[in-house]
T-cell receptor, first 116, second 116 residues
């Protein structure tokens, strides 16, 4: 069964410090994509970063980087130099696409609070 | 949010009424997905549609829920005879639906349904 696990319901980080949000996934498919989304208190879903299962290098987008360890089936999000505006829910997600099948499975989320 | 429009943003219904949620995908996107987010939870996949076709409805409740994506006009998620447990945020996402590549799903701002 396909599943996303985020074991940290809540995290705190000091402003300007780096933080790692954990994500592990389970799938038997060889081709898949991994995403991280941010959901602030306003409720919208904001795309942060993407990693393809065949990508050899870890994805980076500004202050966000994805620590992809395929053998361990983990895709942790690293946020460097945390800012107060980073306080939000963070969801790890996995997408598997086939001819008649296209599904994104979300983890339960991690609530990040940045402390001034 | 790359242009996915959802309306209404907030919807209040009494038990037993019908709820209609609309989603206009990003221009040029022919794939639409509906997700439900219950309070304090992650997003759960409901249904995946292409123009005039339901591709995957494995996440849809068997009764009272239906979805369509007509040739012209927005995608509609319809909930008949709403109950309090239907209160949630309903997100629509769209993509080009091409296999391979990043092909992220762009999310709309969501419709928050409250059933009294």
């Amino acid at each position: 069964a396909q599943k996303i696990t985020q074991t940290q319901p809540g995290m705190f980080v000091q402003e300007k410090e780096a933080v790692t949000l954990d994500c592990t996934y389970d799938t038997s498919d060889q081709s898949y994509g991994l995403f991280w989304y941010k959901q602030p208190s306003s409720g919208e879903m904001i795309f942060l970063i993407y990693q393809g299962s065949y990508d050899e290098q870890n994805a980076t987008e500004g202050r966000y980087s994805l620590n992809f360890q395929k053998a361990r089936k983990s895709a942790n999000l690293v946020i460097s130099a945390s800012q107060l505006g980073d306080s939000a829910m963070y969801f790890c997600a996995m997408r598997v696409m086939k001819t008649s099948y296209d599904k994104v499975i979300f983890g339960p989320g991690t609530s990040l609070s940045v402390i001034p | 949010n790359a242009g996915v429009m959802q309306n209404p943003r907030h919807l209040v219904r009494r038990r037993g009424q019908e709820a209609r949620l609309r989603c206009s995908p990003v221009k040029g996107h022919s794939h639409v997905y509906w997700y439900r987010q219950l309070p304090e939870e992650g997003l759960k996949f409901m249904v995946y549609l292409q123009k005039e076709n339901i591709i995957d409805e494995s996440g849809m409740p068997k009764e009272r829920f239906s979805a369509e994506f007509p040739k012209e006009g927005p995608s509609i998620l319809r909930i008949q005879q709403v109950v309090r447990g239907d209160s949630a945020a309903y997100f629509c996402a769209s993509s080009r639906g091409l296999a391979g590549g990043q092909n992220e799903q762009f999310f709309g701002p969501g419709t928050r349904l409250t059933v009294l």
